[in-house]
């Protein structure tokens, strides 16, 4: 996430809160799979805006319920995916490879549910959204300097792999890191500069409360490989 850090910090329960405010609700369950089918293991995230618009007439900030899920197949998993809105109370839901293009996108389903949905996806592969019961405006395809990549022999082109939108005042984004596969391997060195410069145009994002949220392709911990 970005924000103020004269504003915000951030809690063991993986919750964006006020520093001078101690409410938010907890994670929902440890994520062991990124792409895991199963929503009992889709990690939840508890953020608490940080504007002045969330406060209520009494000063009571309320809070977000933001959560990221490598869905694998939003086609596939739909009924999933929504069940799990409903079930752990979501109001906002990053998700990616989706692995569908716009008017594939089974949207229907969400709409049912009172969820407004922007998708970013160009053929079967990656693919990133956002499902949102809070508003949803400002979408953006791809951030400003996001690297293009093309295996050798092939045009390179910007892949579908950020997304990113307003959400009552809190702006999100979903994003898709591409998998490195190897320290030799090309994808390696798209992935180093997929991050470099995300983190570099994130930089000018700080003056407002931000959270960037997806699967990065990274496991600092044992915990976060499935297998």
Not at 51 to 60: E, L, N, R, S
Not at 158 to 179: F, H, K, L, Q
Not at 188 to 216: C, H, M, N
Request: net charge negative; charged share 15%.
């Amino acid at each position: 996430f970005v924000a103020p850090a004269s504003s915000c910090a951030i809690s063991d329960s993986l919750s964006l809160e006020r520093a001078t405010s101690t409410t938010s609700r907890p994670a929902d369950a440890n994520c062991h799979a990124n792409s895991s089918p199963s929503p009992e293991l889709a990690p939840v995230m508890s953020a608490v805006a940080t504007t002045p618009g969330y406060a209520g007439c009494a000063g009571t900030v309320v809070p977000m319920r933001i959560a990221t899920w490598n869905v694998n197949s939003l086609r596939a998993r739909v009924d999933r995916v929504v069940e799990f809105l409903d079930r752990a109370n979501v109001d906002v839901l990053l998700m990616q490879e989706i692995k569908c293009k716009p008017e594939q996108a089974p949207l229907t389903a969400f709409a049912a549910a009172g969820y407004e949905v922007a998708t970013h996806g160009h053929n079967q592969w990656n693919g990133v959204a956002i499902a949102s019961r809070v508003g949803l405006v400002d979408v953006r395809q791809g951030f400003q300097g996001q690297p293009a990549f093309g295996k050798p022999g092939q045009d390179e082109v910007v892949e579908a792999r950020a997304i990113g939108a307003t959400c009552g005042d809190v702006d999100v984004w979903s994003v898709y890191v591409p998998n490195g596969r190897g320290v030799a391997d090309p994808h390696y060195g798209y992935k180093r500069e997929f991050l470099q410069r995300l983190a570099g145009t994130a930089s000018g994002w700080v003056g407002r409360p931000t959270i960037i949220g997806g699967d990065f392709n990274v496991v600092p911990l044992p915990t976060d490989i499935w297998n």
